[in-house]
């Protein structure tokens, strides 16, 4: 396996321009060892019981087949009995000096490559979940259009496949605003991680926990897979995230807290996408084929539509966003009209599932899509009733698997795929002759909403941002990495 399941961009002028790096003391790198040994511990003990005793009958019952005339040199049968840690212990491969020094690093501090790690003002980031094998990380890459340059400039190791990465400016720890992304991942937890730090080996902080016995700890949050997060710009403490159990959570970022529950829905929640300048209003797509609309101050559904399948992605129109797109898992795009009942126009633009579904930042009508077959398209949505298909292409890629438009240059995405040898590639679609001719003629928009977010004066308490358990409210958030 090698596949990009997620990817997104950072804007200009966001990244510090020295990022810090994470010096731990050999005393903080053992406390994070023996912490991570006691959570694979309780995660051991907390396991559950039924499934124990199942593998204890299926274990005598191989026990009671087993031939005793012959002859079991290496004591395979007691194999599953031992009580050893099973576990990677490393412990055992690590080394503290007393110095702080590691005998086996030679490198000169001043070295040369200290100045590659300067981010300039006119770099973009891009985030990428990349998986290979077993290994899964998220992959920071500095993009600058005018130099011509995209390389990796450093990495973090994740503990989970991820799914979804949504990219934030809200620091719980810091007045000012931070440079950090949320992670969905196969498990329930989200992670946030600082981006401003180099070989830190911990998140910022963690949305939900699971439940632990031996530590008296109810379990907080979502209870299987979060496949979508939703960063709210006008109320940046607030983040939405859909998953596999069939709910949506709204987190307060400022105690890392569920605050509000939809629980609406009859399948997975796999997008989810707040309203450009309606903050209250969040939009999302579901696999039992239904795109719902909320009212977030009192929990109710303004609007849905049923889809023609299973919902993949959902996306406001931002030039006009009276209007929004949903695609779907057998190739469909619909378009919606949030003050009419059913679809505008409807296209089958793909053959299998429609998983990148992204429009232009700046140029309006200029939309974007990609699938499982490989194809990306250009489409022209300027006129809301007849969609126009401009450009169209087979990947190299493999089987496409996510899209994010570039927030500075109206032209240039990223596209994931899983082809081993080439997952990932940045492409600007203004060197493409169809395309270029199509749009270069259109104005471009700033497309933000500075001058909306200083105009909103709802109380963000009309949000109903009412925690789902009490005994949740207070959430203890985890010390940020040494930074030096």
Not at 54 to 62: P, S
Not at 86 to 107: R, S
Not at 291 to 315: H, N, P, Q, Y
Request: hydrophobic residues 35%.
């Amino acid at each position: 396996m090698n596949i990009i399941p997620c990817a997104t961009w950072v804007a200009k002028g966001v990244a510090a321009t020295t990022p810090a790096k994470v010096e731990l003391t050999p005393q903080e790198l053992e406390q994070i060892i023996k912490q991570t040994q006691s959570e694979l511990q309780d995660a051991e003990n907390d396991s559950d019981e039924e499934s124990v005793n199942e593998i204890l009958k299926c274990k005598n019952k191989k026990k009671s087949q087993f031939d005793e005339s012959q002859t079991d040199e290496y004591d395979f049968d007691k194999y599953d009995d031992e009580s050893g840690d099973i576990h990677c212990n490393i412990g055992n491969i690590a080394t503290f000096e007393k110095d702080g020094k590691d005998p086996l690093v030679t490198k000169d501090e001043n070295d040369s490559e200290n100045e590659d790690d300067g981010i300039k003002s006119d770099d973009n980031l891009v985030l990428i979940g990349h998986v290979e094998g077993d290994a899964s990380t998220l992959e920071i890459f500095v993009y600058n259009e005018a130099e011509g340059s995209f390389y990796c400039h450093h990495d973090i190791l994740l503990p989970s496949f991820p799914l979804c990465i949504e990219w934030l400016n809200f620091d719980p720890a810091d007045v000012k605003p931070g440079n950090l992304c949320a992670i969905g991942n196969m498990t329930p937890i989200i992670e946030v991680w600082d981006l401003d730090l180099i070989d830190c080996l911990e998140s910022a902080y963690k949305l939900g926990c699971k439940a632990s016995k031996k530590k008296n700890r109810k379990h907080v949050g979502h209870k299987n897979a979060v496949l979508d997060l939703a960063w709210n710009k006008n109320y940046t403490h607030v983040l939405a995230s859909g998953s596999v159990d069939q709910t949506i959570l709204l987190w307060d970022l400022e105690n890392a807290t569920p605050v509000n529950k939809f629980a609406c829905f009859n399948e997975k929640i796999q997008s989810i996408k707040w309203h450009p300048t309606e903050t209250h209003q969040l939009l999302s797509g579901c696999a039992d084929k239904i795109v719902r609309l909320f009212d977030c101050r009192d929990k109710t559904i303004t609007k849905s539509w049923e889809a023609l399948g299973e919902v993949e992605r959902v996306l406001w129109n931002c030039f006009d966003a009276n209007y929004c797109i949903a695609s779907t898992d057998n190739g469909y795009i619909q378009y919606f009209d949030v003050r009419q009942n059913e679809s505008i126009w409807t296209v089958q633009a793909h053959t299998k599932e429609v998983t990148g579904l992204s429009m232009s930042s700046s140029c309006s009508g200029f939309l974007v899509t990609s699938a499982n077959d490989g194809i990306m398209k250009v489409w022209d949505i300027i006129n809301h009733t007849d969609p126009c298909l401009v450009w169209e292409k087979k990947s190299n890629l493999g089987a496409l698997q996510c899209l994010a438009s570039n927030p500075d240059d109206p032209f240039v995405f990223i596209v994931g795929g899983d082809n081993k040898s080439c997952n990932h590639r940045v492409l600007n679609f203004s060197k493409i002759a169809e395309v270029r001719e199509r749009f270069e003629h259109r104005k471009i928009l700033k497309n933000n909403n500075e001058e909306e977010m200083m105009e909103v004066t709802e109380n963000v308490e009309s949000m109903i941002l009412n925690n789902v358990d009490k005994h949740n409210a207070v959430f203890k958030k985890k010390k940020r990495n040494k930074r030096i």
